[in-house]
């Protein structure tokens, strides 16, 4: 009995996106190669089912926890068995290193989540401008207008890096006056 599997196009109405591109940014964020073209595996929906769940309760896609990626698609998996010197051939030295960088990808220790402050904290100190993708890494979404606030944290539009917008970073302090722009 083979496994089945899911069409990416139905996700966008799954998930209420209001593109297919956002489907294609989680997909990715995931690190998740389609089971076959355009297809995703059970286990593949559902690791995007519990991103979505994230998401909806508030989280961002750099927080949710790098032991959520890939799960090995069921042709892949069902292409490597155990070798015999007798059973080797030129696919499975490529099969054997596929499988030990999937093994050292799920090992990996989880991602500290509060890892993107402590990135924002340095950028303030040091005075670093960001670029709109730089910033988009750290907390999960592209800033927008000249001023954006995602928490206690401030971008402000400071010209331009290359073709994208340069943001300066700037603290809110809470409980306490308020940092002056």
Same mark, same amino acid.
Request: aromatic content about 6%.
């Given at each position: 009995?083979?496994?089945?599997? /899911?069409?990416?196009?139905?996700?966008?109405?799954?998930?209420? +996106?209001?593109?297919?591109?956002?489907?294609?940014?989680?997909?990715?964020? =995931?690190?998740?190669?389609?089971?076959?073209?355009?297809? +995703?595996?059970?286990?593949? +929906? %559902?690791?995007?089912?519990? =991103?979505?769940?994230?998401?909806?309760?508030? %989280?961002? =896609? $750099?927080?949710?926890?790098?032991?959520?990626?890939?799960?090995?698609? &069921?042709?892949?998996? $069902? $292409?490597?068995?155990?070798?015999?010197?007798?059973?080797?051939? *030129?696919?499975? %030295?490529?099969?054997?290193?596929?499988?030990?960088?999937?093994? &050292?990808?799920? #090992?990996?220790?989880? &991602?500290?989540? =509060?890892?993107?402050?402590?990135? #924002?904290?340095?950028?303030?100190?040091?005075?670093?401008? +960001? *670029?709109?993708?730089?910033?988009?890494?750290?907390? !999960?979404?592209?800033? /927008?207008?000249?001023? @954006?606030?995602?928490?206690? @944290?401030?971008?402000?539009?400071? !010209?331009?890096? !290359?073709?994208? *917008?340069?943001?300066?970073?700037?603290?809110?302090?809470?409980? %306490? /006056?308020?940092?002056?722009?």
């Amino acid at each position: 009995m083979t496994e089945e599997l /899911t069409s990416i196009a139905s996700l966008q109405t799954r998930y209420s +996106l209001n593109s297919r591109q956002a489907v294609y940014d989680r997909i990715s964020a =995931l690190k998740i190669t389609p089971a076959a073209r355009g297809k +995703l595996s059970g286990g593949q +929906l %559902g690791k995007l089912d519990e =991103l979505n769940e994230h998401l909806k309760s508030g %989280g961002i =896609l $750099s927080d949710f926890e790098s032991s959520h990626a890939e799960v090995m698609p &069921a042709s892949i998996a $069902s $292409s490597i068995e155990p070798a015999t010197p007798a059973k080797l051939t *030129s696919n499975d %030295g490529e099969n054997f290193i596929e499988l030990i960088e999937r093994v &050292a990808a799920a #090992l990996k220790p989880a &991602a500290d989540p =509060l890892q993107h402050y402590a990135a #924002l904290e340095r950028a303030i100190a040091c005075a670093w401008i +960001l *670029s709109s993708s730089e910033v988009r890494s750290l907390i !999960g979404t592209r800033p /927008t207008g000249d001023r @954006f606030q995602r928490g206690s @944290f401030v971008f402000i539009r400071t !010209g331009k890096i !290359g073709a994208q *917008s340069a943001w300066r970073v700037v603290k809110v302090v809470i409980g %306490g /006056t308020p940092y002056k722009f």
